[in-house]
């Protein structure tokens, strides 16, 4: 049976010791927290500055309002765990370890990008640090996710892969598919689907009679609710589900509760449709991840004032790096258009190509 989000809320882990000063975490390990999220917020400023002026094309979905689940979900994983989403990634892969600075560069369909400047915004990969993407299709890491347990059982290793996927995925047929495989062969997949309310405009209570978490009860796998604006709670839970994971327990679901706070894409309405701004407004005022960990850890004298500014301005200033590193790189050269493809380049392609170069 799944178990209910009220049984399943967790203590703080057990290694606190004497230094603890909230919840479990040292103040060092907060201010890295807040650092973090911090960097995540103005890089994603940044790319929604550089979007609004041409300088990212494409596609591009901001993940500000949830980087709570990033940061939670990935920050207790081990380097050579694995990490797989869908096309709102950016602060996922930052949080995995990925170069801020190829990330941008990526984004700006620069040749320094991590994926070559040929993926862009929605096709970030890093296979060193276990980020296998960037997914387009909705749904579709689904079941590369449920690849990726079924080789690290093959091979009798103790990883673990976290899939993020949004709400609107579980009503793909690829998902069922992957959640059954994936109970039956208990593979060591954590399954966050995050529940940013709404797929690119709909509200999820109109495409879905159930609550997402009661999606595993089908499979049997344990289910769990999490509160994706409060980073603290995600850690802890993530720390658990580690450990169960890798004790061989098999798949875990976890439906984390967030918001998003811009337009599903750039060229999307922020508000004003499909939702109103008042329930935007109240969002950010009450439930944005990054004012929560700053006013506990202000009010709970775990951080000055002082210290927020000159962390702020930190990461400002990495961003500033990145966005530096990202204009001084060059565009693919149109001879890497047919690397990094499955198929060879036929003869229509090598022609087109040699046209161009003449
Ligand atoms: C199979 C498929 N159908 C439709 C689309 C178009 N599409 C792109 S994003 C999206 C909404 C997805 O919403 P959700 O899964 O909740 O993720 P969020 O954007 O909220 O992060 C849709 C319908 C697509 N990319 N793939
Ligand atoms: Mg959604």
Redesign the pocket.
């Known amino acids: 049976m799944a178990e209910t989000a009220a049984e399943d809320r967790g203590s703080p882990p057990d290694e606190a010791g004497d230094e603890v000063s909230l919840e479990g975490f040292t103040r060092e390990e907060l201010h890295g927290f807040l650092r973090e999220m911090l960097l995540f917020r103005r890089f994603e400023e940044s790319a929604e500055e550089a979007y609004a002026i041409g300088k990212i094309g494409g596609f591009c979905?901001l993940h500000i309002g949830?980087e709570a689940v990033a940061l939670g979900f990935i920050q207790p994983l081990r380097e050579d765990d694995y990490v797989i989403s869908?096309?709102?990634e950016h602060t996922q892969a930052l949080a995995k370890g990925m170069d801020a600075r190829k990330v941008m560069a990526e984004l700006y369909g620069r040749a320094d990008g991590c994926s070559g400047g040929k993926g862009g915004s929605m096709h970030l990969f890093d296979a060193e640090k276990g980020f296998l993407g960037g997914h387009?299709?909705?749904?579709?890491q689904v079941p590369l996710a449920a690849g990726v347990g079924w080789k690290i059982r093959y091979r009798e290793e103790d990883r673990v892969c976290v899939c993020f996927?949004?709400?609107?995925?579980?009503n793909?047929g690829a998902f069922h598919e992957a959640m059954n495989m994936s109970a039956v062969w208990e593979l060591p997949v954590i399954y966050v689907v995050?529940?940013?309310?709404?797929?690119?405009g709909?509200h999820?209570g109109r495409v879905s009679t159930t609550e997402i978490v009661q999606r595993s009860c089908a499979y049997d796998i344990p289910g769990h609710v999490v509160n994706g604006q409060d980073v603290l709670e995600v850690m802890r839970r993530t720390r658990e589900l580690l450990d169960r994971v890798r004790s061989g327990e098999g798949p875990q679901f976890v439906e984390a509760r967030t918001y998003?706070f811009k337009g599903?894409?750039m060229s999307d309405p922020v508000a004003g449709t499909y939702r109103s701004r008042e329930e935007l407004e109240r969002k950010q005022e009450h439930e944005d991840p990054i004012r929560i960990l700053k006013d506990r850890l202000l009010q709970g004298d775990l951080l000055t004032q002082e210290e927020l500014e000159a962390m702020d301005e930190e990461v400002r200033g990495e961003v500033e790096e990145a966005v530096r590193f990202a204009d001084d790189s060059p565009f693919p050269d149109t001879a890497e258009l047919y690397n990094d493809v499955y198929a060879q380049v036929n003869d229509h392609g090598r022609l087109f190509l040699d046209g161009r170069d003449g």
């Open positions: 979905h949830q869908a096309y709102r387009g299709i909705v749904g579709a996927l949004g709400d609107a995925a579980v793909q995050e529940n940013n309310e709404y797929g690119m709909t999820f998003r599903h894409s």
